[in-house]
């Protein structure tokens, strides 16, 4: 076992961090929500990791977005993210692709892939992921925050989650975000993530929701 890792140990086995590192991981969205996945997912040690995001760091990322900057305004957030990746554990595989997603080239962002983890912001955006995960039967790692609330579950090839979450008319309620929502938000996806690459039984169809103005937490079977 690295010395890198052996912190993981004994909540991880040495088989399943070897797990992980074989493993490759899609986080779609390098902003608020991504930047904490990405940080969560390198550290642990997922040994490939595909980083996706069109868009650009702007004042109005700097409460929240982990690879914001002031210096950073005007820089690519998934060329930033890896190279805060290649920094941060230099084994880890990460290419990072500087577009945005669409349902024309969805299935080619995460082809390959064991796990996509969604850190977008439109649920439009939502479905079209959800159909590419769902067309390349890979498994869909939902996250979704708003001013104090959190909310994340697992979509295994097949379920609707999303159709579900996002019925026809539905739409997006606040664009308020606080900095510390996306970092327990991207904590659930980044378990579900490790959990799912290792092996270990996975909660699919469960939604996991925080209100942390209030400090409640609900698991919703859905």
Known sequence: M???YERNIPALCEEECARLRARRAAVIGCGGLGGHLI???VRVGVGHLRVVDGDVFEPSNLNRQLYSAPALLGCSKAKTAAERVRRVNPEIAVEAIDCFLTRENARALIAGCDAVLDALDSIESRRILAEACAAEKIPYIYGAVSGWVAQAAISMP???????????????QSKSVLSFTPALCASVQAALCVKLLTGRPVESGKLFYFDL??????AIAL
Request: glycine share 8%; no cysteine.
């Open 2 to 4: 690295e010395t890198r």
């Open 39 to 41: 940080e969560l997912l």
């Open 158 to 172: 097949g379920d609707d989650l999303i159709a579900r979450l996002y019925p026809d008319g539905a739409v997006l």
């Open 213 to 218: 103005l209030h400090q409640e937490f609900e």
